[in-house]
């Protein structure tokens, strides 16, 4: 499983609440497609929302947030962390 990073613009305002609804949403379908989102966080302020997920690729990842009603803007993998 690769690790990636996704952003979503446009999410001003964001509350909590809605940030969780919407990681919940992904969550439920997150294994018909072998995906497993492990966080989610969200700048009101600015409107950007991240995700960070466990994927075999970001096409499936991007087929879990579109099915969830909120496709993703850009999906970033990322071979390295510490």
């Known amino acids: 499983m690769a690790t990636f990073m996704d952003v979503h613009h446009g999410m001003t305002g964001i509350t ?29 302020a600015s409107g950007t929302v991240w995700c960070l997920s ?9 087929r879990v947030h579109e099915r969830a009603g909120h496709k993703a803007d850009e999906i970033h993998s990322v071979p390295y962390s510490v």
């Open 16 to 44: 909590p609440e809605e940030l969780e609804q919407a990681h919940q949403a992904d969550q439920r379908l997150e294994r018909e497609e072998g995906v497993h989102f492990k966080q989610a966080w969200a700048d009101p």
């Open 54 to 62: 466990e994927a075999p690729s970001a096409d499936a990842v991007q």
